[in-house]
């Protein structure tokens, strides 16, 4: 063993940070890992880092504000803006852009399979 942790206080229990919990957590993704080799070095059961994982998952499932930028009227309008272009960016590498003006069933559709997620559970 190469690291020993003395605790000094009378506190008996050990408590986690987020940012570390997401750290063994995504240990847990690592190829060729195993769960008992990485809550064995940090001293927690496997069944703990299981449950932060169920925990950290739902977490991700609640719905986010996105910021939106909406252009008053004396705003450029560029040609594509004229005809009726609508583009939301998912993350920096994913873009819609979408002409004309779709149905509201077939836009939700749309979004959330991009987004990755169905709205429908």
């Known amino acids: 063993m190469t690291a020993v942790e003395i605790i000094t206080s009378k506190e008996k229990r050990r408590y986690w940070t987020r940012a570390e ?20 070095r940090a001293g927690v059961s496997t069944s703990l880092l299981y449950r932060w994982r169920q925990q950290l998952a739902a977490a991700e ?7 939106v930028a909406v252009s008053g009227p004396g705003a450029e309008r560029s040609s ?21 003006a779709p149905d509201e069933a077939t836009l939700s559709r749309v979004i959330d399979a991009l987004a990755g997620h169905d709205r429908r559970r």
Request: charged letters at 25%.
């Open 21 to 40: 919990k997401m750290r063994l957590v995504l240990a847990l993704n690592e190829p060729d890992a195993n769960a008992s080799d990485v809550a064995r």
């Open 61 to 67: 499932d609640r719905p986010a504000f996105v910021p």
């Open 80 to 100: 594509s803006a004229l005809r009726g272009t609508m583009t939301i960016a998912f993350g920096a590498n994913v873009r819609l852009s979408i002409e004309g």
